[in-house]
């Protein structure tokens, strides 16, 4: 018997990184959806929980970080494991650490990572996040 794909949703205005994560994760376990700004991540998130979500950071209408807050405040979608995928670091030179996030929102992604990211690592991350591979438990995942 077949398991049932993980629903994985990319927030990102960039479809070529919604295209990368698609690429990136076993089309035999991961089933990939995008949405093209905040809002409309959080609007399929609460009207189809994923089982992971994604998250850039510089996006129009809602930033990441806002959507992260309202992702976390809200009880259909808090426990849904989040990964912020971004390259703010490379694009303004402003580098952030979950520990950042926290004490700018007091929450925090589950994962931070900067792009570009090794697809491979990504691949380890949401599988550990999922449960998903015992590789990857015993990895290393570091949350800054």
């Known amino acids: ?22 690429t990136a994760l076993s089309p035999e376990k991961y089933e990939v959806v995008g949405a093209s700004d905040g809002l409309a991540g959080l609007s399929q998130a609460c009207k189809e929980p994923p089982d992971l979500i994604i998250l850039d950071v510089y996006m129009p209408r809602q930033p990441g970080f806002y959507t992260l807050r309202d992702l976390k ?10 990964i912020m995928l971004t390259s703010i670091s490379k694009r303004f030179g402003i580098a952030f650490s979950t520990q950042d ?5 007091g929450i925090e992604p ?29 990895s290393p995942m570091e949350k800054d």
Do not use: C, H, R, W
């Not at 949703?9 to 070529?16: F, R």
């Not at 405040?73 to 989040?82: A, G, L, R, S």
């Not at 090794?118 to 996040?129: E, G």
């Open 101 to 105: 996030i926290y004490d700018f929102l």
């Open 110 to 138: 589950d994962v931070y990572l900067e792009k570009p990211v090794d697809p491979t690592y990504l691949q380890q991350v949401a599988d550990k996040l999922l449960g998903m591979s015992s590789a990857a438990k015993d």
């Open 1 to 22: 018997m077949q398991e049932q794909l993980k629903k994985v949703l990319v927030v990102d205005d960039d479809q070529s990184v919604v295209a990368f994560v698609s």
């Open 73 to 82: 405040n809200n009880p259909k979608t808090k426990e849904i494991p989040v």
